[in-house]
C-alpha cells in the first residue's frame, strides 16, 4: 500500500472552511485516494474517495492534484463537530480491500 | 437501514478466558473487516472475510485469534486465552460486493478489557 504524510494536528475555525492535506507521492496509477474521520471513541466514518477528479458530497470536497501526488479535504463549513482524527488513505478500488490506517490527522475545530 | 452492529460494546474479561466478539454487517453486505485499535494507537486490519471463506488474514496474530463468518448469522472474532495486551477497540466494517460505493461502513466498536 502506498503510504501517506499528513499533518498530526491542525486548528480550524468554527463556521470557516477547513482545508486537510495530504501527501501521496508513491501512489500508482490505479489506486484511489478515501477519507475517514474518527470521532473519539466512535467507529471510523467514510467521507468522500476519488482517483483523479475531484469530488464533492454532501459532507466534503476532494481536491486532488494533476499529478496525484497529493490531496485536500475541504470541510466547506467547519462545526465543533467535526473535530476528529481525519485519515487519509491510499489503495485499490473496486472494495474487497482491506485499508491502511494511518495515524491521521487530528483536527480540532475552535469556536 | 440499520448500519453495522457490535456486541457487546463493553466486554471485560480476566486473563485466561476467552472473549467473543460479534458483528452484523449492512443488510446486503457480504464482506466483513475487523480491526483492531490499541489505546492512542491507529486501526490496525486483522482479517476480511466473506461468507465462509477467510479471504486475508495478514494481520491475526498466529495464536490465539481466530474470526468466522458463517452463511447464517454475525460474524464472529474470537480470542482465546485473553492476556492484558488483548485490551482494546475492535471494530467491524461491512462492505457491499463490486459496488459502486466504495465507502467501508464501520460499526461502533466493543472494548474489551482484561483484568
Known amino acids: 500500500d502506498a503510504k501517506t504524510t499528513q499533518p498530526p494536528s491542525m486548528d480550524c475555525a468554527e463556521g470557516r472552511a477547513a482545508n486537510l492535506p495530504c501527501n501521496h507521492s508513491?501512489?500508482?496509477?490505479?489506486?484511489?485516494v478515501y477519507w475517514y474521520r474518527q470521532i473519539h471513541s466512535q467507529g471510523p466514518q467514510y467521507i468522500i474517495h476519488?482517483?483523479?477528479n475531484n469530488e464533492t458530497n454532501e459532507m466534503a470536497s476532494l481536491i486532488i492534484t494533476e499529478d496525484r501526488k497529493s490531496s485536500t479535504l475541504i470541510l466547506p463549513h467547519a462545526t465543533l463537530r467535526d473535530t476528529a482524527v481525519y485519515y487519509c488513505?491510499?489503495?485499490?478500488?473496486?472494495?474487497?480491500?482491506?485499508?491502511?490506517f494511518g495515524k491521521g490527522n487530528q483536527v480540532v475545530v475552535i469556536p | 437501514n440499520a448500519g453495522v452492529m457490535q456486541n457487546p460494546r463493553h466486554l471485560v474479561r480476566r486473563r485466561g478466558q476467552e472473549a467473543r466478539l460479534r458483528c452484523s454487517p449492512m443488510?446486503?453486505?457480504?464482506?466483513v473487516y475487523w480491526y483492531r485499535q490499541l489505546p492512542e494507537e491507529g486501526l490496525k486490519f486483522m482479517v476480511y472475510?466473506?461468507?465462509?471463506?477467510?479471504?486475508?488474514e495478514s494481520g491475526m496474530p498466529k495464536e490465539r485469534f481466530s474470526a468466522e463468518f458463517p452463511k447464517e448469522g454475525p460474524s464472529i472474532l474470537r480470542i482465546q486465552q485473553v492476556v492484558r495486551g488483548d485490551s482494546a477497540a475492535y471494530f467491524c466494517?461491512?462492505?457491499?460486493?463490486?459496488?459502486?460505493?466504495?465507502?467501508?461502513?464501520f460499526g461502533s466498536g466493543t472494548r474489551l478489557t482484561v483484568v
Open positions: 472475510l466473506q461468507k465462509e471463506n477467510i479471504i486475508d
Open positions: 488513505i491510499v489503495g485499490p478500488g473496486g472494495g474487497n480491500n482491506r485499508l491502511a
Open positions: 476519488g482517483l483523479k
Open positions: 466494517a461491512s462492505h457491499k460486493d463490486r459496488s459502486s460505493d466504495y465507502g467501508y461502513t
Open positions: 443488510k446486503g453486505h457480504s464482506h
Open positions: 508513491t501512489i500508482s496509477g490505479n489506486e484511489y
